[in-house]
């Protein structure tokens, strides 16, 4: 019956090989024209292969995530199947001149790429937009399907050329960002909300290897590092195009945490989930402090965009160093203002909450990893020096006795060498801190005249920024001197070189003396 076939289309094109009908022809010549057999063979074939790849390349409206990629994975089979039968088979049972394989490879070929581009003007989710795009760019042309080794030699994926065409192609690319860029987004508002679960639960921070843990930082890189890696099996360009999307979208969401963090602090009026906060707190700053490090690993990361996101973690980091502070500040305020008052020296009250408060601080900030760990340190070091100075600057009492004067001096070195203790078992490299407040108990605890603008000297020398209203406020303590002998050591003060000071250890600068206090003369 084939080749009774065959002999019909053969026959019928000899017979008419030479005539060219017109459209009005009667109705013997109708009769006797060709009736192209061989079109209608050739668009029966077609017919069959479309019916054969449109049950694959079809969006079901209930449907997997992976359907799409299972049925193209389908559709491979069916081609390299059917082309295979084609080529084995049916091949030679056509006259050579048919070139019969040629005809069903270009087929197979047009019918793909025209079923493809009907199925891209729909809704598609990223994972089935890719799932075209890889099936077309890798799938396709290689060994899978035009390249498998049961079709070579005689199939010739060159003369094909792209399964889509280039403006097909950039839609796709296009549509498939703009469908990752929204992915991302999503995930990450669902990664944020599951974060806040964790701080509103009565469950502690987890703990990995003695640090505060949290997976922000592995989830955000397998994000990136996942679609890269995608991205790169299609090409170059689509690789640097959802290189910037990534890092952008994960800026945005380094940048939104330290927000949402101090939001909820801040709606936590009666303070009960602070300490729990702060150890969740503490576990974002590791993850983000491991995100910075970790993103040099991921291969094909440009540079500008590394740095980009290493200002973004390192803006996030300082923007949670802020809170604690303030945190820090709010519980320890009010313990500063009872130093320097009448009850002080006897009372020590004031001083041991606030000690208290920071031994408390510190157990968390152990678990903390380096940098941050020693970046925290310093700031809090610093606050708790600074303050310490401030509460000398308000000027709330003085001494008539020298005795009295004496302990006052003696409480505060007592004191001074506590917070540098604390903070030197917390590692902190703040060491320039340390001898401000002893130099002010060395002030007011001394009798000689001499031995005063010794201390003041050296105060100036190892403190540049400290100005005559800080020196006028010190010897404020020191009742029993005369303004007279007041007056000439802030005359040696004024005479005294000043060098330049790092703008990283300005401390006195920092600090306004009482204005409402009264103040001796120092011009």
Not at 76 to 93: A, E, F, G, H
Not at 99 to 128: A, C, G, P, T, W
Request: proline letters at 2%.
């Amino acid at each position: 019956l084939f080749h009774s076939m065959m002999d019909i289309i053969e026959e019928e094109e000899n017979l008419h090989s030479v005539n060219e009908e017109t459209e009005n022809a009667s109705t013997y010549e109708f009769l006797v024209k060709p009736q192209k057999w061989k079109c209608l063979w050739e668009k029966t074939i077609q017919k069959n292969i479309q019916q054969k790849i449109q049950k694959y390349i079809i969006l079901q409206e209930e449907r997997t995530e992976s359907q799409l990629a299972v049925n193209l994975g389908y559709l491979r089979k069916q081609v390299v199947t059917d082309i295979s039968t084609v080529k084995n088979n049916l091949q030679k049972c056509y006259p050579e001149k048919y070139r019969i394989l040629d005809m069903y490879v270009k087929h197979f070929h047009e019918i793909i790429s025209s079923n493809l581009r009907e199925l891209l003007e729909k809704q598609m989710e990223y994972n089935e937009l890719y799932a075209v795009l890889d099936w077309a760019v890798n799938t396709y042309p290689s060994e899978e399907v035009l390249r498998h080794e049961d079709l070579q030699p005689d199939v010739n994926a060159e003369n094909l050329g792209q399964l889509l065409d280039q403006t097909t192609m950039d839609k796709l690319k296009n549509d498939y960002c703009e469908a990752v860029q929204q992915k991302i987004r999503k995930w990450m508002d669902n990664l944020i909300k599951l974060e806040q679960n964790k701080w509103s639960s009565e469950n502690s921070p987890e703990i990995l290897n003695n640090y505060y843990h949290s997976p922000l930082h592995i989830d955000v890189q397998m994000m990136i590092g996942q679609h890269m890696k995608n991205a790169e099996k299609i090409d170059n360009h689509l690789r640097n195009k959802l290189c910037i999307i990534c890092m952008e979208e994960a800026k945005h969401f380094v940048s939104r945490i330290p927000n949402i963090v101090e939001d909820w602090a801040m709606n936590d009026v009666a303070g009960q989930n602070i300490s729990r906060l702060l150890g969740h707190l503490l576990a974002i700053i590791n993850s983000f402090q491991d995100l910075k490090s970790g993103l040099t690993q991921l291969d094909n990361l440009h540079l500008t965009n590394h740095e980009e996101m290493e200002r973004a973690v390192d803006d996030a980091l300082e923007s949670f160093n802020k809170l604690i502070l303030s945190q820090f500040k709010g519980k320890t305020q009010i313990h500063f203002e009872k130093l320097m008052t009448r009850l002080w020296i006897s009372d020590s009250e004031g001083f041991e909450e606030i000690m208290i408060v920071i031994n408390e601080l510190s157990l968390h900030i152990k678990k903390m990893k380096q940098p941050a760990k020693s970046n925290l340190v310093q700031l809090i070091h610093y606050h708790i020096v600074k303050e310490y100075i401030v509460q000398v600057m308000k000027k709330k009492k003085s001494y008539k006795k020298s005795i009295t004067c004496e302990k006052a001096a003696k409480r505060i070195l007592e004191q001074s060498d506590a917070i540098k203790e604390i903070f030197n078992g917390l590692g902190s490299t703040a060491e320039w801190l340390n001898n401000a407040v002893i130099y002010i108990s060395n002030i007011i605890g001394q009798n000689d005249k001499k031995v005063i603008r010794e201390k003041v000297t050296a105060l100036n020398e190892e403190y540049p920024d400290v100005s005559a209203e800080h020196i006028s406020a010190i010897l404020h303590y020191r009742k029993a001197l005369s303004n007279k002998t007041k007056r000439k050591i802030l005359k040696h003060f004024e005479k005294l070189p000043k060098k330049d000071m790092p703008k990283n250890q300005m401390l006195f600068s920092e600090i306004n003396v009482h204005s409402t206090a009264s103040c001796l003369p120092y011009v």
